[in-house]
């Protein structure tokens, strides 16, 4: 295996700013709250169970981008299939910046407007054109890595 990265669910900026305001509407109820009832007691449990869920998705594999020989491998959650671009039929491979938006969803083999997108956190993506027009857009930390593997491989 010349190239692994794994990429968790925890750390897309996307689901954490929500879990994290819906985590702080729950505090803010409960400590606001006059009256020290069952019924307060239940925000400080909801907000207590948002913020166990939060750390527990840190430890969720979302991605797991690997290239073996001349094949690229993209998994992913236990129900997704395992994808596997062949490198022998890519074009073209360039750095790009993953998406004009701050927050974005993670996505795995999303089909959409002729680019196939694989992305769970950060800015940075390495898009891939096979020989047919198809892009591949894979987000990833180490793209400069990825990037410069992937050029080896379909120049020889």
């Known amino acids: ?3 692994e ?12 700013f929500i879990r994290l305001f819906i985590a ?6 409960y400590f606001v709250s006059d009256s020290k009832d069952e019924t307060s007691y239940l925000f400080l449990i909801v907000g207590l169970g948002i913020l166990m869920l939060s750390l527990i998705s840190f430890f969720v594999l979302h991605l797991k981008t690997q290239v073996r020989g001349d094949v690229l491998e993209l998994d992913g959650f236990w129900t997704t299939r395992k994808v596997k671009v062949d490198l022998k039929n890519i074009d073209k491979v360039e750095v790009v910046k993953y998406s004009k938006i701050l927050f974005n969803r993670p996505v795995y083999n999303l089909h959409i407007r002729g680019k196939v997108k694989y ?21 990833s930390q180490r793209f400069e890595e990825l990037n410069t593997l ?4 379909i120049i020889k």
């Open 1 to 3: 295996m010349e190239f």
């Open 5 to 16: 990265e794994k990429q968790y669910l925890g750390y897309n900026k996307f689901n954490l």
């Open 24 to 29: 702080l509407g729950a505090f803010g109820s």
């Open 119 to 139: 992305f769970t956190h950060g800015n940075y993506a390495v898009e891939l054109t096979d020989k047919e027009g198809l892009r591949y857009r894979i987000g």
């Open 150 to 153: 992937i050029q080896e491989k």
